[in-house]
């Protein structure tokens, strides 16, 4: 990856509190009584397996969604204000990517600093080919994303989400369905990014490997609880066997499950 000439993000980056935050969908409970607090230009990541409520957990920090009880706040603004989203301008990469298929990777980039008119239109190249040079995806700029392989979608959802210059950056399982050698990419290219910029990341994974790689703290989320919040060193050092049983997963081959598998693959 190129280093940047300048940091793609100016300005004030941001805190976010979460407090007593509750997530219902009908009468089933997702989260409950999440408390954070994840400090200016801090890496934090949300670790858990899935269906623990992580992606959920995101969504409300994002204002996408309207929590149950309790709330979020982003320098003391409430997260679920759209008046908060028009102040701060936040970056959110999906798991997914989504990217727009009908637009070339460099129009894909350029489309917000067009949409809010943040320059002229070769201001906003200069934009675009900085962040694609810090990803190392200047010869992808005239492709499409069916062009396009799995990790390469994923670093320019990235580029992209870095020409708004953001002031909090959200990642949503950003390693899920890459292989071991682009997941490590990836993992390297958030922790280059946090080196090279002084914006708040929160990352969303149940990638544990990625989790103790890049964040200065992690908050491990179960069926909807955080159960522990600490330095990558105080998860690897835990003795608390919730903890250790996640990093490092003990399979019961005597677990009935397992039985009826192999019962099912004789057959």
Same mark, same amino acid.
């Given at each position: ?6 940091? &793609?993000?100016? $300005?004030? #980056?941001? @805190? ?8 219902? /969908?009908?009468?089933?409970?997702? *989260?409950?009584? !999440?408390?954070?607090?994840?400090? &200016? ?6 670790? $858990?397996?899935?269906?623990? @409520?992580?992606?959920?957990? *995101?969504?409300? +920090?994002?204002? =996408? ?9 982003? %320098?003391?603004?409430?997260?679920? %204000?759209?008046? #908060?989203?028009?102040? !701060?301008? =936040? ?14 990777? /460099?129009?894909?980039?350029? =489309? ?35 062009? *396009?392989? @799995? ?6 959802? +990235? ?11 959200? /990642?949503?399982? &950003? ?10 990419? +990836? ?12 914006? #708040? ?12 790689? +890049? ?8 069926? @909807? ?5 600490? #330095? ?8 608390? &066997? ?9 399979? %019961? *081959? ?14």
């Amino acid at each position: 990856m190129s280093t940047p000439s300048h940091s &793609p993000v100016t $300005g004030k #980056t941001f @805190g976010v509190t979460v407090t007593h935050l509750t997530k219902r /969908y009908g009468r089933n409970t997702v *989260l409950h009584d !999440i408390n954070l607090d994840i400090k &200016p230009g801090e890496t934090f990541v949300i670790m $858990g397996p899935s269906g623990s @409520g992580k992606s959920v957990l *995101l969504k409300q +920090i994002a204002g =996408l969604e309207q929590p149950t009880g309790g709330e979020v706040r982003i %320098d003391r603004l409430d997260a679920a %204000d759209p008046r #908060t989203r028009a102040k !701060i301008r =936040l970056a959110l990469v999906f798991q997914a990517g989504a990217l727009f298929n009908s637009l070339s990777v /460099y129009d894909n980039l350029a =489309l917000y600093p067009r949409e809010h008119r943040l320059a002229d239109e070769a201001g906003i190249r200069e934009r675009v080919m900085h962040a694609l040079s810090i990803l190392s995806l200047e010869k992808a700029v005239k492709k499409f994303p069916s062009e *396009l392989s @799995g990790g390469m979608k994923k670093r320019v959802a +990235i580029a992209r989400a870095l020409v708004m210059e953001p002031q909090l950056f959200l /990642y949503d399982e &950003p390693t899920s369905e890459l292989d071991p050698v682009m997941s490590a990419t +990836i993992s390297e290219i958030i922790g280059t990014l946090r080196e090279q910029t002084a914006v #708040t990341s929160i990352v969303v994974t149940h990638d544990r490997l990625l989790a103790l790689s +890049i964040a200065d703290r992690i908050a491990l989320i179960m069926d @909807g609880r955080i159960v522990s919040i600490g #330095t990558p060193a105080d998860f690897k050092n835990s003795a608390d &066997p919730v903890i250790a049983n996640f990093l490092n997963p003990v399979i %019961d *081959l005597k677990n009935p499950r397992f039985k009826q598998l192999e019962n099912n693959h004789e057959q």
